[in-house]
């Protein structure tokens, strides 16, 4: 199994460009979990998928922050217009059952400069 | 209060000796725990699940207390591999959906 993939693996931009993160999740898996990893704050969960509904999104910083899951096997992190504060790296991660271990992928490294 | 909070680190222990990580959870409707290790500039892996009458993994001992709300990691015969962080994670089930919650992470450096 290729494991969950991420794309891109790094990403600079530029304050207020619209930036957009994939995931693939590893085939099977019924849950996608996004979560955003800095020094000061750890692992933050920012929301979750079940089925491809949106289950918990409460960790959604604001507004500029949008998923999508269109499909199981695909799924969506935009931040539109981003800011140097969402510099970070981005995981997402799937699990086969509720309560079950989470596979991640290997991140997204976001600068916003 | 965190929901689940982690001995803060960095722990700096020579090779070959026992370390011990501390972990509690406030959500008493915790349903499921694991020990995660994250290398520098890697993604997170599983290390072990947790279960109520502690499990054993070659040198890795993990222990739940449920009463306490409380969950260790013991590692014996420390190895320079073992060097990482430490993430302790709680699945936590609310109103029939999960939620994975870390913890911030303990540092181990394990020195020659």
């Known amino acids: 199994d290729a494991g969950v993939i991420q794309s891109p693996r790094h990403e600079v931009t530029e304050m207020g460009q619209e930036v957009t993160l994939r995931c693939k999740p590893i085939s099977g898996h019924d849950y996608l979990f996004w979560y955003r990893q800095t020094m000061m704050r750890g692992l933050e969960l920012l929301i979750y998928f079940n089925n491809n509904v949106p289950i918990d999104d409460s960790g959604m910083p604001e507004d500029r922050f949008s998923a999508k899951m269109p499909n199981a096997s695909f799924s969506t992190l935009k931040i539109q217009p981003s800011e140097p504060r969402d510099s970070a790296v981005y995981f997402c991660?799937?699990?086969?059952?509720?309560?079950?271990?989470?596979?991640f992928g290997q991140g997204t490294r976001l600068t916003v400069v | 209060r965190k929901e689940v909070e982690q001995d803060p680190g960095p722990f700096n222990v020579p090779e070959g000796a026992t370390v011990a990580f501390n972990c509690t959870y406030s959500?008493?409707?915790?349903?499921?725990f694991f020990w995660y290790r994250q290398d520098c500039r890697k993604e997170p892996k599983l290390l072990m699940s947790v279960y109520s009458s502690g499990n054993e993994d070659g040198r890795f001992t993990a222990q739940l207390n449920r009463a306490s709300q409380y969950i260790s990691l013991l590692i014996r015969d420390s190895k320079l591999s073992d060097s990482a962080t430490y993430l302790c994670v709680v699945n936590i089930l609310i109103q029939g959906a999960q939620k994975l919650v870390f913890g911030q992470g303990t540092r181990l450096t394990i020195n020659p």
């Open positions: 959500n008493s409707a915790s349903q499921s």
């Open positions: 991660a799937s699990s086969s059952r509720q309560g079950g271990e989470a596979f």
